[in-house]
């Protein structure tokens, strides 16, 4: 694969990188940026026990939310960019007070988080672009939740306005439990995130996300990708921050991606620049594929979490200068990402009882993997003081793998999984389903 660039690169300084986050996807950014040769060091706050096998790698203890000792200690590192991974810091805006002391920062500010920090402002701002989108209402009390939801005659689903970590989104089956979720949110379950809610329409067809790293101006396409949400196989089970994910989507032909283009993501960033936002930083589009065409589920303002994993290995040594650009709002619109060669797949190893109750600080053993185009991103793990890896999160390992078709990737995916231990490990078969021949028959 190849990125088309015209700029001269060797003259972009980027010995030293920051990412802000501790999972599976900042590892994964982490393991594409320092394929560069330009760049010498890549810290991590906090990252986590992986972060320490990924060469040029380095974590460092500090609170981010101390932010004289946050800047000092950048400054000292002499940063040369900084990648914040997850929304929460874009939604504190982290990235608005790195820039006013004149850091280089991939991540939106706080305006642009707002894209994911609030579903009522995303849904008002797709309306105002008239970009395609589920109908909805905005909802601050119960009473009004209430009539909408006996009075509308299609299915709803409901949704905490703010952030919740993927967990504010209900999908019920009668008005009732509509009506119960619509409470649950009122009541106080998300805290501040559920003080608005927005009722949806509820609408149908198979998911996929597109990501765009953008400048304020101008953007370039990643592969897209298709992550499995539900914990168990044949897609069942309750909601999880993700089980797995292949890329790219194959179900995303031209003829969609042209429309998803023309649709969707060039009205979002003329909105941005309308709404006088300087976007720098990822566009994640969480579509779903409706007979009507596509339509907006969901906006986030950071890469996915698998996806993200998924995704990297496709990247070639110029991933950083993409980054780079996009921070100093520099892309030329002609730099393309061309992956025709490999596909890409990731299988979640979880704990036992993830997304609910689940232990940590369970030992893990990893046997022999194979290597060769495979790797593996530590979601959620730490050491112990003798310097064994645990587990430390109900996401622990992402098992990624890339070939020249699906069956290869999750072949390899899977034997590698043989190789993991750790008690009570838990992971999905059919990751992929969708793109393996061992699945055309289906179930
Ligand atoms: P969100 O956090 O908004 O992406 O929602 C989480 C999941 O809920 C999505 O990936 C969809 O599977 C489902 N979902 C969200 N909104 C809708 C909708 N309007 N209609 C049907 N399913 C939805």
Known sequence: MSIN??????????????????????????????????????????????????????????????????????????????????????ANGLADYLR??????????????????????AKEFMQDANIPTAKFWKVNSLEEAKKIIYSESIPLVVKADGLASGKGVFIPETKDECFRAAETILNGKFGKSGEVLVLEEKIQG????????????????????????????????????????????????????????????????????????????????????????????????????PECQTIMPLMDQNFVFLLEKCS????????????????????????????????TGLPIKIGKIDKSDCQIFDSGTSFNKNGDLLTDGGRVLSVVCQDKDFDMVFEKAYKNLKEIKFDGIYFRNDIGHQVRKDFSKGY
């Open 5 to 90: 660039s015209t700029s001269a690169e060797s003259f972009h300084k980027l010995e030293n990188i920051l990412i802000i986050g501790n999972g599976g996807r900042e590892n994964s950014l982490a393991w594409a940026i320092q394929k560069n040769e330009l760049v010498k060091k890549v810290y991590l706050i906090p990252g986590n026990a992986g972060t320490e096998r990924i060469n040029k790698c380095e974590r460092i203890k500090i609170d981010i939310n101390n932010k004289i000792e946050l800047v000092e200690k950048l400054d000292l590192l002499k940063i040369n960019l900084i990648v914040i991974g997850p929304e929460i810091p874009l």
């Open 100 to 121: 006013k002391k004149n850091f280089k920062v991939f991540g939106p500010g706080k305006d642009g988080a707002k894209l994911e920090y609030s579903k009522s402002w």
């Open 206 to 305: 198979p998911e996929v996300s597109v990501f765009t790293l953008c400048d304020g101006k101008k953007y370039v396409l990643l592969p897209s990708a298709q992550d499995h949400k539900r914990l168990n196989e044949n897609d069942k089970g309750p909601n999880t921050g993700g089980m797995g994910a292949y890329s790219p989507a194959p179900l995303l032909t031209k003829e969609y991606l042209d429309r998803i283009i023309k649709e969707i993501i060039e009205p979002t960033i003329d909105e941005l620049n309308k709404k006088n936002i300087e976007y720098k930083g990822v566009i994640y589009f969480g579509l779903m594929i409706t007979e009507y065409g596509p339509k907006v589920i969901e906006y986030n303002c950071r890469f996915g979490d």
């Open 328 to 359: 100093m709002g520099n892309l030329t619109g002609y730099e393309k990402i061309d992956t025709s060669e490999m596909v890409s797949g990731c299988v979640i190893a979880t704990s036992k009882g993830y997304p609910h109750e689940y232990k």
